[in-house]
């Protein structure tokens, strides 16, 4: 209908919502259609003959006769439809009837309604199912730009016509006419499958979130240089010269759906294909009466009993013994000739049935070792000599491999499952192809240098090489005559010029090698100065142009440099002012990885001396031409050495296979520089005297359509393209009316090999056939730096035999080549890959296909293997390379044979032989040979990713990719697939360039629709999918995308994506199996307590030695409040704490007579003023200081129980005045004590905001004076409690431990003897003073001790960070105490302040111990950098240790002033996931380092038990510490919100072994091991006093010499240890010894799969992954795996760390992270301690209170 005005209203209104249902998606194109017809159906018939009438073809085809089906503009002479993008695919197999062809078929992936292809009647729809997504492109059925494609004979639909102008005009402001038009089938293809997709349940992950400072602003994006329209920006988009992914490809040939809905597990069927624009209506004598029979056709598989007779069996079944057979198509003289052999038939022009072309013969035979003869039978001599032999031939160390045994071995095989599916090859073994005889023309000059002579001679004024300008113009053209006189000038030059390398003078030498670097735009001068190197006998190297000095990829080529020995450098001189230059003396700077060059200039040089003669130098044909580089899949730089002999053999074949003749005009689009461009426009071309003109890519940028014009203009016979030229001229349509191109009789495309090739060479043959354009020039080429040309498909094509317009191409399934094997796919096959030929074999070439991977043994016809070709025109060698020239240059074909045993039994041995003496050299490229030697290629080895066992081709994944509506959100070229490593197996990474205004939901729809055509169509899932801004992909210097340089940055986390959506869960198969946990109840703690004694294990208990026994009594524990009145009475005047401010000055000092005195006047202040009774309870809310200590005692004074509570931050009073006023209230604290800021913050306005001031207890004043003395010290029992100790734990648990007077008088009484502390010693302390260890050190042990405090509070030592270690060096400290809250602010703000520091005289040399106080595992690698670190400065690296305490008891384990070094232990990793404890060696895989947590305390006795069971552990298990002391504390005060579940942690009891004794559970996993160590000699020298000095302090409490210490080792466990007296000085002796090893916090335990993961594990490795990460930490949320991040760096820089965090937890821990969170620095909560509150963080990220940069949510 032209107008639906005349039509009813409600069938307008319905119109209008069809329109709208599309328009949103909610329909299928299909579905549309459809109902759009049923619609209109009354209102038809009367318009229908007017509407045919009306069509008309587009412009675009240049098509004459619409109705003619032969017409250009639809069928080549191939009988192969070409869409309007370019791709091509086979119509429909003449031989099926009209009837079976359109019969309806449905499919049933995941919702069978979504996509429905019905038989469509004439006037019914022809749309495309699930092409709904298409409309915005305008794309739509009956567009002008499908009407020819979609109808080839001639039919329209005459509904469609009005609804696609309709949209066609709605949508003309979203896009551009070229990007209608040229849309790909393929695309069709993959949203017919998205729609497919849409019932598939969504994941309920949310959408990526951005702060909106990232949303905000494009990271670096570089506007300017966006191209304003697409017209503008495809030659920009453009890939590097290997791989260019410009445009798709015909990869999937058909759209109709397949017949039944295939769904199995281990392959999915897709539901999408390029659509058929192919229609019944189809004229039938288009193609040759052939069949392609589907995969699972019955001729695919033959049965056994079709086999030829086998001698031996009459039946093969795959669990006999494989039976050999003499073959008799075995190798032969003859077979070595025989062109013709069995190989799969997927051409157009066989006419042979497909049922020969499967296997002939075939033997399934296992694939065994071949079996040694073994040694005894040859030696006539005994056992024991031979034995005895074997032993001496055996190395004395062992190989590495068995120290380590590779434990990941299980990742790996079940990375790579066998499919028992997996189509297996067939056919017979090949035979290599011999390609014609070369045969040299009478004229062919002998070698190159003759031929410029020759030619520079007789025809000196013929043109040989033309460039344009950027403009178009011809600018310069290089006649044969002056490229002469120019080479011979510089040869003349470069054999006299005499370069400076250092000291000496050198001149170049035939044979040596120099670098050219020209640009991309001076081809003239590149081949003067090629041709100067040649007739000098140099070797050149051309390289590309270095941009700038820090460019990655030149830094590459650098190395080559390096390695080549290159030292000169030619080079324009243009190019030499263009290069960087150093700013200060402005001389060519010092590129990055490269050597120290000569440049030399190669122009305006003076002319040779008459008696110079070129000619004179003889070089050998075997020595070195030239060197190419060429680059690896890692980005590895290599040098592919040609010799001379190669190079002209090359040249001559190329003059043969391509009919070179002299004075041909060649246009040139490829880089001059390397492979093809070079072997065609710059050698071949001189050999035979032919005219090359150059277009630069610049020009190629601005004007698409150049290289035509010049065809037209010059009457080009040849021009050398590749097929992103051939698209980009499609393009510049405007252009088109002026071109001819019937002067071309060859059109060489350097890429044929790219499988994408096929749909360009098909569009550009389908346009320019009226141009003139024969269908027998276009001629693509398969080509590698290590063979040269591959194979080419010939010129013209009589000479081979075949008929001009046949040319080689099938259907093969992409999922058999996935496994690779060659299966001719059906036309309705979903997942099929249409290839074209390139060709045959070089002339004098013999080619065959060896496997890819493992021993190159030959491949069976129809199995896809590595291309390997001998002749004389190969490359040599990689420079300098021996390992890799072998392994590429020097390989020997394999011929497998069958032997069966002598006696008739046994296995089959294979044999491997070589088919002949020739060396081979592989291609890298990968393919199979076609009948009558037609190579196709169907990969590269450096585009290959094998995934989960199955080989998937980049390319392939690109034109998916691409496919999925790319030009609303990615630039169609800028784009890089990938494979890496992670856990054993290749995972596809996916990196787009985005469009500037695309938003962040429409890219997160994008990119999960990729992954659903991705999956659908390969089966493969894609690990990453990165888009990165405009422009911010690496490129090559011909402006394509690096992809190796591409992988580099996303692998070191420099690409700097916008948007990242990781897939591991879908994507990693093969983590390790879910431990299961067997709730059996057979096996008891009891049995296995049995179990470990039966297996001789050590129960699990250790004891520090004994605390002291008098001759009969136990010494009786003394009460502080005593000890402090002792002390002011004994010696008052002794200064026992003084405290130092931030610049290390004192700043205040306390003897024991003021510590007393002080104590008592607030004893009396509390009394008076605040009416505290003994008993009460107090908090003290000071900073570290002298006033806390004073408050603490005033308050044992009075008999009242002291709280002590860090006072809140002013800068952050909302988060930490909160905890304060909680645990005033927990504590039942009547009154608070505080000093006056303290208290006018708590009163203040801002405190007002948190807490009402009003609502405080009583708070008092430590500096009120009270109006009477204190009357006397109260009395107080052993067992009352002397103070509660109250803090946070990491899981953000407040809890507060009764501490009694017995256990603070036990616990100072262990310390004191431990770390022999006397009133003589100096004591810094560095620690926070409001519980904990921190506590006992700073407030009571000093005055128990009687030695003298230096207090630093850590909040100085942020300001200044070296005032720590300078108090230590200036006091002369022997022992100090801190926290790894000090320790990582040391490291981090001194590491570059050593020097400075040195000059301060700091010296460290006077530390004896350096305790760490923590709660933690020992946190190995910051102590082992502070160490090292502070090394430097005297510090002794044995001296560091850590301490280790907990709730239950604040001190357990501290390393004693004479205790040896700590001992370290590496475990293995995954057996501590399983709670055992299994060593291993240092840099075992898996291995991680645990440091002992200091010495037991005397008196202290520890086991290992199940936390669980309550069973006793043995030596081998992980269990919970517990703990068995005097000083442990007096049960729980409070545990607030949560009373219930620890009333056991104070005495909990075995229930096996003593079950009568009482423990308290320290709440931390660790394990025991008895080790041997010695007491350090070298350690104690210096630091040990003697015995003397010890016996001379007779200010402690029991003096020495009364107090006999009896240390005995009478417990199973115990330490035996010398006497405190007698040997600790001298002893050398080796000891037994048991070590606690801490390994972490029952509570923040992380179960995941089954097994126990500790979060400081996976945040070690999270922290090694990235160097912009400044901490992290990880808790679990619904069993998802969280990991939040710092970020220290820009924000630009947030989403880098998402692979990277994803890959290392995968890797070192096997386990998926489910979302990284990326904050900035400090987000992470860290206590006083330096511990990381991992639950406040999860709730601050469950309650969205982070303010992220980035949330990923992995899929």
Not at 500 to 511: D, I, M, R
Not at 624 to 646: N, P
Request: hydrophobic content about 35%.
């Amino acid at each position: 209908m032209e107008h639906t005005s005349s039509l009813p209203g409600y069938v307008r209104e319905k119109l209008a919502e069809l329109d709208l249902e599309l328009s949103e998606g909610d329909i299928t194109q299909k579905g549309y259609e459809k109902k759009r017809a049923k619609l209109l159906q009354p209102f038809l018939k009367k318009h229908e003959g007017d509407k045919v009438k009306s069509t008309q073809p587009p412009p675009y085809y240049n098509v004459k006769d619409t109705n003619n089906s032969n017409s250009h503009g639809n069928i080549n002479n191939d009988g192969v439809i070409v869409s309007s993008e370019g791709y091509s695919y086979v119509t429909e197999v003449p031989s099926l009837s009209s009837s079976q062809q359109r019969h309806s078929k449905k499919i049933d992936f995941h919702q069978s309604s979504s996509v429905s292809t019905s038989s469509t009647p004439q006037g019914g729809n022809a749309g495309a199912p699930g092409y709904e997504n298409m409309r915005p492109q305008g794309g739509a059925v009956g567009d002008p730009g499908y009407q020819n494609t979609r109808e080839p004979s001639g039919f329209q639909n005459p509904q469609s016509t009005n609804n696609s102008q309709h949209r066609q005009r709605r949508t003309q402001r979203k896009v551009t006419h070229n990007e209608k038009r040229y849309h790909s089938v393929r695309q069709e293809a993959v949203q017919q499958a998205l729609a497919a997709l849409k019932g598939r349940p969504k994941p309920s992950l949310p959408m990526p979130s951005k702060r909106t400072s990232v949303l905000n602003r494009s990271p670096g994006c570089n506007d300017e240089l966006d191209s304003s329209t697409d017209d503008e920006s495809i030659p920009e988009e453009t890939i590097s010269p290997d791989k260019e992914y410009n445009y798709p490809r015909d990869h999937i040939s058909n759209s109709i759906l397949p017949p039944e809905p295939i769904i199995k597990p281990p392959i999915r069927e897709s539901s999408m294909g390029p659509q058929q624009h192919s229609r019944p209506d189809v004229k039938q004598n288009q193609l040759p009466n052939q069949k392609y029979p589907s995969s699972n056709s019955a001729p695919e598989r033959r049965p056994p009993q079709n086999l030829p007779p086998i001698p031996t069996s009459d039946a093969l079944s795959t669990d006999a013994p494989p039976i050999a057979y003499k073959r008799e198509n075995d190798f032969s003289d003859k077979a070595f000739k025989q062109k013709q052999f069995n190989a799969p038939d997927i051409t157009q022009f066989n006419n042979a049935h497909r049922a020969a072309d499967r296997v002939t013969r075939y033997v399934n035979v296992t694939q065994n070792d071949l079996t040694e003869t073994d040694a005894n039978g040859k030696w006539k001599v005994s056992a024991k000599i031979q034995q005895l032999l074997n032993t001496l031939k055996r190395p004395k160390r062992r190989p590495l491999p068995e120290f380590y045994e590779d434990n990941d071995i299980e990742l790996e095989i079940a990375a790579n499952t066998k499919d028992p599916n997996a189509p297996k090859p067939e056919g017979s073994t090949m035979t290599p192809v011999q390609g014609e005889q070369l045969s040299i023309p009478a004229g062919l000059p002998r070698t190159l240098e003759c031929a410029l002579q020759r030619y520079g001679t007789n025809s000196f004024k013929s043109p040989m090489a033309t460039v344009l300008d950027p403009n178009g113009k011809i600018t310069t053209t290089l006649t044969y005559g002056k490229l002469l006189s120019r080479a011979q000038k510089i040869a003349y030059a470069l054999s006299t010029k005499i370069f400076s390398k250092g000291p000496e003078q050198v001149t170049l030498k035939p044979g040596d090698r120099v670098a050219l670097v020209y640009p991309n735009n001076d081809p003239l001068s590149f081949i003067t100065a090629w041709y100067g190197c040649m007739f000098r006998g140099l070797v050149p190297l051309p390289i590309e142009l270095p941009l700038s000095s820090s460019d990655t990829p030149p830094q590459q080529v650098g190395f080559l440099l390096s390695s080549c020995g290159i030292t000169v450098a030619l080079t324009s001189e243009a190019c030499l002012k263009g290069l960087p230059k150093s700013s200060t003396t402005g001389e060519i700077a010092k590129l990055k990885g490269w050597p120290r060059l000569q440049w030399f200039v190669t122009e305006h040089l003076p002319k040779p001396p008459k008696e110079f003669n070129v000619g004179n130098l003889r070089v050998d044909d075997s020595a070195a031409a030239y060197i190419e580089y060429t680059t690896d899949k890692e980005g590895s730089v290599m040098g592919v050495t040609v010799t001379r002999a190669a190079m002209i053999n090359h040249c001559r074949a190329l003059t043969m296979a391509c009919h070179y003749t002299e004075g041909e005009t060649i246009v040139c689009v490829l880089d001059f520089k390397r492979e093809v461009g070079l072997w065609h426009s710059v050698l071949t071309s001189i050999l035979n005297g032919m005219h090359v003109i150059f277009i630069p890519y610049a020009l190629m940028k601005l004007r698409p359509s150049s290289w035509m014009q010049l065809i037209t203009k010059h009457r080009a016979s040849c021009c050398l393209v590749k097929s992103r030229d051939l698209h980009w001229g499609l393009l510049a349509t405007k252009d088109h009316k002026d071109i001819s191109l019937s002067s071309l009789r060859m059109l060489l495309v350097a890429d044929g090999a790219n499988p994408w090739s096929l749909s360009s060479c098909d569009q550009f043959l389908s346009v320019f056939q009226a141009k003139g354009l024969r269908s027998d020039a276009i001629c693509p080429c398969a080509s590698s730096s290590e063979v040269f040309t591959v194979s080419l498909r010939r010129p013209g094509r009589g000479s081979c035999g075949f008929s001009p317009s046949a040319t080689g191409r099938g259907v093969l399934s992409m999922a058999a080549l996935s496994h690779g094997v060659v299966r001719v796919d059906s036309e309705d096959s979903l997942t099929s890959l249409t290839l074209q030929d390139c060709g045959q074999v070089m002339p004098a070439a013999q080619m065959v296909v060896v496997r890819s991977e493992g021993s190159p043994v030959l491949c069976k016809t129809d199995q896809v293997g590595e291309i390997c070709v001998t002749s004389g025109s190969t490359s040599a060698s990689y420079f300098g390379l021996d390992g890799m020239t072998n392994s590429t240059f020097k390989v020997q074909p394999l011929l497998e044979e069958f032997e069966q045993p002598k006696d008739g039994n046994g296995t089959v041995n294979i044999i491997s032989k070589p088919i002949g003496e020739d060396f081979y050299v592989r291609s890298g490229l990968l393919g199979f040979l076609g009948p009558g030697g037609l190579v196709f290629v169907c990969g590269s080895r450096d585009g290959l990713m094998t995934v989960t066992g199955r080989k998937h081709n980049a390319d392939d994944i690109i034109a998916t990719v691409l496919a999925v509506e790319p030009m609303r959100f990615i630039y169609r070229g800028r784009i890089a697939v990938f494979s890496i490593k992670v856990l054993r197996d290749e995972r596809v990474c996916v990196i787009a360039e985005q469009r500037p205004d695309c938003s962040e939901e429409e890219s997160f729809q994008w990119m999960s629709r990729v992954l659903q055509a991705v999956d659908s169509i390969h089966q493969v899932g894609i690990y990453c999918l990165a888009l990165v801004p405009p422009n911010h992909l690496p490129k090559t210097p011909l402006g394509g995308i690096h992809l190796c340089e591409a992988r580099r940055r996303f692998l070191e986390g420099s690409l700097h994506p916008a948007n990242v959506l990781m897939c591991p869960h879908t994507c990693v198969t093969n983590l390790p199996k879910p431990r299961e946990l067997h709730q059996d109840t057979g096996v008891g703690p009891a049995s296995v307590m049995v179990g470990n004694l039966v297996q001789g294990n050590r129960l699990a208990e250790a004891h520090g030695r004994d605390v002291g026994l008098a001759e009969d009594c136990e010494r009786k524990p003394q009460l502080i409040t005593g000890v402090l009145r002792w002390r002011a009475g004994t010696s008052p005047d002794h200064i026992i704490f003084t405290l130092l401010n931030s610049k290390g000055a004192i700043a205040k000092t306390l003897t024991c007579s003021e510590l007393h005195k002080r104590a008592e006047k607030i004893a009396a202040l509390l009394q008076e003023r605040g009416r505290i009774e003994p008993g009460d309870h107090v908090a003290l809310i000071f900073p570290p200081g002298l006033d806390l200590l004073c408050a603490f005692y005033g308050c044992l004074y009075l008999g009242a129980i002291p709280i002590t509570i860090r006072p809140p931050h002013p800068q952050n009073l909302n988060t930490t005045l909160p905890t304060v006023r909680m645990i005033v209230d927990v504590s039942k604290s009547g009154i608070v004590l505080s000093i006056q800021p303290i208290i006018k913050l708590l009163k203040s306005r801002e405190a007002a905001t948190s807490i009402d001031p009003k609502t405080w207890p009583p708070i008092l004043d430590i500096d009120d004076n009270p109006k009477r003395k204190y009357a006397g010290i109260a009395t107080v029992s052993f067992d009352s409690s002397a103070y509660l100790d109250f803090s946070v734990s990491t899981c953000g648990r407040l809890s507060g431990v009764n501490i009694t007077h017995r256990s603070l008088s036990s616990l100072c009484a262990s310390l004191k003897l431990a770390c022999e502390l006397y009133p003589s010693r100096h004591v810094a302390l560095c620690l926070d003073p409001y519980c904990g260890l921190g506590f006992v050190m700073w407030t009571l042990i000093g005055v128990y001790s009687g030695h003298h405090s230096i207090l630093i509070a850590p909040y100085e030592v942020e300001t200044n960070p070296s005032l720590w270690l300078s108090t230590l060096s200036q006091h002369r400290v022997r022992d100090t105490f801190c926290s790894y809250g000090v320790i990582e602010l040391c490291t981090k703000a001194l590491s570059n302040s050593i020097p400075s520091l040195k000059q301060r005289n700091i010296d460290l040399r006077c530390v004896r111990t350096c305790v760490v106080v923590a709660e933690e595992r020992p946190r190995v690698q910051l102590t082992q950098q502070f160490c090292k670190l502070f090394q430097a400065l005297g510090l002794n690296t044995r001296c560091v240790s850590t301490s280790f305490g907990c709730r239950v008891n604040p001190a357990i384990c501290v390393q004693g002033a004479s205790s040896a070094e700590s001992a370290q232990v590496y475990v293995d990793m995954r057996a501590l996931r399983n709670n055992r404890v299994a060593l291993v060696e240092r840099g075992a895989p898996n291995s991680l380092c645990v440091i002992e947590s200091g010495k037991l305390l005397p008196g202290v006795k520890v086991i290992i038990a199940n936390p669980d069971t309550k069973g006793h552990c043995g030596d081998s298990h992980l269990g919970e510490i517990w703990v068995q002391a005097p000083h442990n504390a007096n049960g729980y005060f409070t545990i607030y919100g949560d009373e219930t579940d620890y009333n056991d942690h104070f005495n909990a009891k075995l229930v096996t072994g003593a079950t009568s004794e009482l423990y308290a559970r320290t709440g931390y996993l660790g394990f025991l091991r008895r080790t041997e160590c010695s007491q350090a000699a070298s350690l104690l020298d210096e630091t040990t006093p003697s015995v003397a000095s010890r016996d001379s302090d007779t200010e402690s409490l029991n003096s020495m010499s009364q107090l006999q210490l009896n240390f005995s080792n009478a417990s199973l466990g115990a330490n035996s240890e010398h006497s405190l007296i007698g040997g600790a000085g001298n002893s050398n002796d080796q000891e037994l010894h048991d070590a606690v090893y801490v390994v972490g916090a029952v509570d923040e335990v992380i179960s995941l799969r089954g097994m126990n993961y500790h979060p400081i594990d996976i945040e070690n490795s999270v922290m090694r992954c990235h160097k912009k990460i400044a901490e992290c930490a990880v808790f679990t949320w619904t069993n998802l795996l969280v990991v939040v991040v710092e970020l220290d760096g820009n924000e630009s820089e947030a989403l880098d760390l998402v692979p990277l965090v994803t890959n290392t937890v995968l890797e070192d821990h096997q386990l998926i992270v489910g979302v990284v969170v990326v904050v900035d620095p400090g987000v992470v909560p860290i206590n006083s301690r330096g511990e990381k509150q991992r639950m406040h963080l999860r709730d601050g990220f469950l309650a969205d209170q982070l303010d992220p940069i980035y949330v990923a949510y992995n899929m």
